[in-house]
C-alpha cells in the first residue's frame, strides 16, 4: 500500500525473499508514478501501461529474472500479463495466452444451460420393457417411475456446454 501524501509505504509480504522484494518494488513503482488526482480510500489505483513499465524496469533492476517478474506479477494481479507482453518480456506473451484461454474456458463452463425441452408434464408410455416419457423421450426407472405413477410430475430437458 502506498499513500504518497503521507509519505508511506507499507508492505506485507510473507518470507520468501524474491516475493518480498517484488512486492516492495510494485509499492515503489507506485510511488514513483504520478499521484493520481482523486484515489479512493484503499484501493490501490493505475496498475497501467506506465505503471508496468516502471514496475518490471524496477523488477529487472534489482535482481529479479524477467521470466520470474512475469510469473510473479501475473499471479497476483492477472492484468499484469498484457502489459509484460506488450512491453515484449520473455514468456509473457504465452502467460497472457494461457490465462486468457484458462478464463475463456472458465466463461464457456459457466454458460447457462440451455432448455433443449421446455417444461412440461411428464405423460407415461410404455416402450418396450422400458418406460419413457412421450413428450421428452426420456426413460424412466426405479424410484422416479413409482412416484410419477401415484402423482404426476413435470421436466424440464436441459443441455450444459
Ligand atoms: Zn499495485
Ligand atoms: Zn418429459
Known amino acids: 500500500m502506498t499513500r504518497q501524501a503521507a509519505g508511506i509505504v507499507a508492505v506485507t509480504a510473507g518470507s520468501d525473499p524474491v516475493d518480498?522484494?517484488?512486492t516492495l518494488l510494485h509499492e515503489l513503482a507506485h510511488w514513483l508514478g504520478p499521484e493520481p488526482r482523486r484515489r479512493r480510500w484503499g484501493r490501490v489505483g493505475h496498475h497501467d501501461a506506465s505503471f508496468y513499465a516502471r514496475a518490471f524496469g524496477l523488477y529487472a533492476a534489482h535482481g529479479i529474472e524477467p521470466v520470474e517478474a512475469v510469473a510473479r506479477e501475473g499471479a497476483?494481479?492477472?492484468?499484469?500479463l498484457r502489459h509484460a507482453r506488450d512491453l515484449g518480456l520473455?514468456?509473457?506473451a504465452e502467460a497472457y495466452l494461457a490465462?486468457?484461454?484458462?478464463?475463456q474456458q472458465r466463461a464457456a463452463s459457466r454458460?447457462?444451460?440451455?432448455?433443449?425441452?421446455?417444461?412440461?408434464?411428464?405423460?407415461l408410455v410404455r416402450d418396450?420393457?422400458?418406460?419413457?416419457?412421450?413428450?421428452?423421450?426420456v426413460r424412466i426407472v426405479g424410484p422416479m417411475l413409482a412416484r410419477l405413477r401415484r402423482r404426476?410430475?413435470?421436466h424440464l430437458l436441459l443441455a450444459t456446454g
Not at 490465462?99 to 478464463?103: A, E, K, M, P
Open 76 to 80: 497476483r494481479h492477472p492484468g499484469a
Open 20 to 22: 518480498q522484494r517484488l
Open 99 to 103: 490465462r486468457r484461454d484458462l478464463l
Open 152 to 154: 404426476p410430475g413435470r
Open 128 to 137: 418396450g420393457r422400458w418406460t419413457r416419457c412421450a413428450v421428452c423421450g
Open 111 to 123: 454458460r447457462p444451460p440451455r432448455v433443449v425441452v421446455a417444461e412440461h408434464r411428464v405423460r
Open 90 to 92: 520473455p514468456g509473457a
